[in-house]
């Protein structure tokens, strides 16, 4: 199988190159020329395979190009033990038609490690087959769980450098903690004086920018990317949407063959993209529901086609979806035009010059075929993690908590009664003193780790241990930060170029 470009579809690489590169030329982003099918009977063999093994059956279908050995050692290495959870993405029921499927039993808490664990994998042996004893510089830029469960993943990994840029006021306090103290010898980390948005065209601008890729070639390094833009983030998430369908057979909830719906936290687009190859590739799914907070740019785009990131940016209680330019919709935009990268470089041009784009009727037509969507501000995060919270045991985080209530709008509203199935993407311990202030009212101003405590005694839930091993860790990245024109200079000087 092979890659083009979202932005040219001269383009024509394998799953190994696409990976390494990261982001193609132009900044279009990789996308499969075709979407292999998954049939009945395979999605009925997958019930009673382990979720390592179906990993192993859907990333064979995208990475033609690597062997069963190496399949079998990047996945086995980044699902085997490294996960809380034995089913690694565990579906929990809630009522007759909501279940809940946890992402966040990662070594770092959020849904990110789903595929941060197994990129480094990929991608290293990807280099070994393309970029000829090259270091890998990985560049991120994060609205907070990304930069951890990179760092976490890349981490003393042979042959590879990781730079994590953060907004400096952009970040939960345990977010920030989990990366200014992050261990290991080739990781670095700094604030940015800007938002999320800042940060990505920052990296975005380092991506495409010649005479730093001609620096960095002379020193023998190449730049690649964790952001979800990279094939090698987009496709491991594919995965868990076949292993939440397997596993509610597996449960009673549904038969095979019946339709579910994915409601999924959105940000940057790539967790419910996943959810839209998987359908494209057979799983039977109704509606992909994309729920935002109050940067509600999605929202409006589904509703009315009109994509416009010129608006008051909102720094919310669920900070890893505050984001006004979704990336990833890019690669939706691409297939939904009949694979036209002339169409899809036509709207990005418009969105960088002008902040905003609009879709032709008939793609707006497919998109309300696909998508529902809805947006929750604070309040009523707040008011969902509480109810859910008394009325089914169940604690969640502030990113799932928006998910849950447009959800429970969308159910009023339709009375769509087909199963579904809510992405949890991150552990409530996360975002503490949201979740402490939602269930049990104001919380002063605690220390994050007392706080920590505080939501346990309340509520019963068990502290992950990779949050309770962070106590009483030193800052080693805590003086780092810049400005969001000098994101290129603090790469070089981390790298030790001039
Ligand atoms: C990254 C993130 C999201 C958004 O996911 P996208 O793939 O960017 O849409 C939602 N919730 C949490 C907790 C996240 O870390």
Redesign the pocket.
């Known amino acids: 199988m092979n890659y083009t470009s979202t932005r040219d579809n001269s383009i024509s690489v394998s799953s190994a190159q696409a990976i390494t590169m990261g982001l193609s030329k132009n900044g279009g982003l990789f996308i499969p020329t075709e979407i292999p099918e998954v049939t009945m009977d395979e999605i009925k063999d997958m019930i009673g395979m382990s979720y390592i093994e179906r990993a192993k059956k859907v990333l064979s279908l995208y990475l033609t190009d690597f062997t069963e050995d190496e399949l079998n050692y990047c996945v086995n290495g980044a699902y085997n033990g490294t996960f809380a959870s034995k089913s690694v993405a565990p579906v929990v029921n809630i009522d007759e038609t909501m279940n809940i499927l946890e992402l ?1 039993h990662g070594p770092t808490c ?3 490690d789903m595929a941060l664990q197994l990129l480094p994998y990929l991608l290293t042996v990807s280099a070994k087959k393309t970029s000829d004893g090259k270091t890998i510089v990985i560049l991120v830029a994060t ?4 930069g951890k ?1 990179a760092l976490e993943g890349f981490k003393d990994v042979e042959n590879t450098k990781i730079i994590v840029f953060y907004p400096d006021d952009g970040v939960s306090p345990m977010q920030k903690f989990q990366m200014i103290t992050q261990e290991g010898q080739n990781v670095n980390v700094s604030a940015i004086k800007g938002n999320f948005d800042d940060a990505q065209n920052g990296v975005k601008k380092i991506f495409g920018d010649a005479a730093m890729a001609e620096k960095l070639a002379e020193a023998n390094m190449m730049f690649s990317s964790a952001n ?1 833009i990279n094939w090698g983030r987009l496709v491991p ?1 594919i995965v868990y949407y076949f292993s939440a369908y397997c596993d509610l057979i597996k449960q009673g909830r549904i038969e095979l063959g019946e339709k579910v719906n994915f409601v ?11 959810a839209y190859y998987a359908k494209l590739m057979g799983l039977p799914v109704n509606k992909l529901i994309c729920a935002s907070n109050k940067n509600k740019v999605l929202t409006d785009f589904i509703t009315n086609g009109i994509y416009n990131r010129n608006r008051e940016f909102f720094t919310t209680n ?1 900070p ?2 505050d ?1 006004l330019i ?1 990336s ?1 919709l890019e690669r939706l935009l691409y297939h939904l035009q009949g694979n036209d990268s002339d169409k899809t470089s036509a709207l990005m041009k418009s969105l960088s010059e002008t902040g905003t784009y609009t879709v032709d009727a008939d793609t707006l037509a497919k998109i309300k075929e696909l998508f529902e969507c809805g947006f929750c501000d604070d309040e009523g995060t707040n008011a969902t993690i509480k109810n859910v919270f008394n009325s089914n045991k169940y604690l969640c ?4 908590a928006v998910a849950i209530s447009v959800y429970e709008n969308y159910r009023k509203a339709t009375g769509d009664k087909t199963p579904t199935v809510i ?1 949890s ?2 552990s409530p311990y ?1 975002f503490c003193a949201s979740v402490l202030d939602a269930v049990k009212g104001d919380c002063g101003d605690a220390d994050e780790f007392t706080m920590v405590d505080e939501l346990s005694a309340y509520t019963g839930a068990a502290i992950p241990s990779p949050i309770a091993n962070l106590k009483g860790k030193t800052p080693r990245f805590d003086k780092n930060i810049c400005g969001k024109d000098e994101m290129a200079g603090t790469v070089l000087s981390m790298l030790g170029i001039k």
């Open positions: 966040w959020a849904f990110k609205s907070g769980d990304t469960a979800s998430q999924v936290p959105t940000g940057n687009f790539g967790n419910i993209l996943a669920s890893s979806m984001i979704s990833n985080d502030t990113h799932t992405d993407t991150a996360k």
